[in-house]
T-cell receptor, first 110, second 117 residues
Framework: DGGITQSPKYLFRKEGQNVTLSCEQN?????MYWYRQDPGQGLRLIYY???????QKGDIAEGYSVSREKKESFPLTVTSAQKNPTAFYLC?????????FGQGTRLTVV | AQKVTQAQTEISVVEKEDVTLDCVYE???????LFWYKQPPSGELVFLIR??????QNEISGRYSWNFQKSTSSFNFTITASQVVDSAVYFC??????????????FGRGTSLIVHP
């Protein structure tokens, strides 16, 4: 089945640790996105990539990093510089204008 | 800059009632796309509809209908005869065409719909 796979579904991070969220798609889409969702805040754009080996900062990129070495993969690293990382993270890829989403990763700092 | 406003934070209805979710957008572009997504408790956003700025025809899909009015910059979503399974958070989104053909969806804050049996 074609789709977007995010892993893990739940992730716990200790203070000061870096963690990496995985996002893989087999839809052959060029563009991919990372959004952060907080209660009552809607979705806010962290990073996006229009093509392999290229990515751009979104509205809230501080404390995050990404790579796009393969078309299928767009991992997000939440670094220790991100002061409030507890949130729900959604990855998406785009066909024409609409985005299709993975099932999300819920990150909690413990 | 583009902006999407969903003024209704939460709506509660009883099953079989009709319900309309409001969406108002702001953009300076003449070419743009509007979307609705559904987020059930599982968390994944499910794409419902896309509308481009040149197509103001209303659309109906089963119990769902969408009313796009450029004059009021609105793209409202109506569920007829609501069901418990419609309970979810619904997001309206706007995407303008950027340089190079990129589209960056901007989302509203979402409306939580609760349908009681």
């Amino acid at each position: 089945d074609g789709g977007i796979t995010q892993s893990p579904k739940y992730l716990f991070r200790k203070e000061g640790q870096n963690v990496t969220l995985s996002c893989e798609q087999n839809l052959n889409h060029d563009a991919m996105y990372w959004y952060r969702q907080d209660p009552g805040q809607g979705l806010r754009l962290i990073y996006y990539s229009q093509i392999v080996n290229d990515f751009q900062k979104g509205d809230i990129a501080e404390g995050y990093s990404v790579s796009r070495e393969k078309k299928e993969s767009f991992p997000l690293t939440v670094t220790s510089a991100q002061k409030n990382p507890t949130a729900f993270y959604l990855c998406a890829s785009r066909r024409v204008a609409e985005a299709f989403f993975g099932q999300g990763t819920r990150l909690t700092v413990v | 800059a583009q902006k999407v406003t969903q003024a209704q934070t939460e709506i509660s209805v009883v099953e079989k009632e009709d319900v309309t979710l409001d969406c108002v957008y702001e953009t300076r572009d003449t070419t743009y796309y509007l979307f609705w997504y559904k987020q059930p408790p599982s968390g994944e956003l499910v794409f419902l509809i896309r509308r481009n700025s040149f197509d103001e025809q209303n659309e109906i899909s089963g119990r769902y209908s969408w009313n796009f009015q450029k004059s009021t910059s609105s793209f409202n979503f109506t569920i007829t005869a609501s069901q418990v399974v419609d309970s979810a958070v619904y997001f309206c989104a706007l995407s303008e065409a950027k340089t190079g053909g990129s589209y960056i969806p901007t989302f509203g804050r979402g409306t939580s719909l609760i349908v009681h049996p």
